[in-house]
């Protein structure tokens, strides 16, 4: 059974850091890229970063390159996000997901249909 677990979200002041955690099991992790993607109330599904760890590959959508980073660690099958200089628009449930790691992945980073498995999401609320 494939699945993936979020951890690490809560309330943090505008400035401040969180890192989140993304635990996989039920697949080869070395063959799927894994993406971070967050839901505001109201607001579409929105793709964040995505890291292709057997390819060596990350990418950081625009609304948050500098500010956050994307790592795994292989021998915990486990993907990080660390999140500097917050903002109140950074307020989202976060999901992570896990595709087939592809040449359409790679180019479609932060598009939801490209990702097979999702987590249950973890709430990040920042305040102001």
């Known amino acids: 059974e494939v699945q993936l677990v979020e951890s690490g979200g809560g309330l943090v002041q505008a400035g401040g850091s969180l890192r989140l955690s993304c635990v996989a099991s039920?697949?080869?992790?070395?063959?799927?890229?894994i993406g971070w993607f967050r839901q505001a109330p109201g607001k579409e599904r929105e793709g964040v970063s995505c890291?292709?760890?057997?390819?060596?590959?990350?990418y950081h959508a625009d609304s948050v390159k500098g500010r956050f980073t994307i790592s795994s660690d292989n021998a915990k099958n486990t993907v990080y996000l660390q999140m500097n200089s917050l903002k109140p628009e950074d307020t989202a449930v976060y999901y992570c997901a896990a595709g087939e790691a592809s040449l359409s992945v790679v180019a479609n980073f932060d598009q939801a249909y490209e990702y097979d498995y999702w987590g249950q999401g973890t709430q990040v609320t920042v305040s102001s």
């Open positions: 039920g697949f080869t992790f070395d063959d799927y890229a």
């Open positions: 890291i292709s760890s057997g390819a060596g590959i990350t």
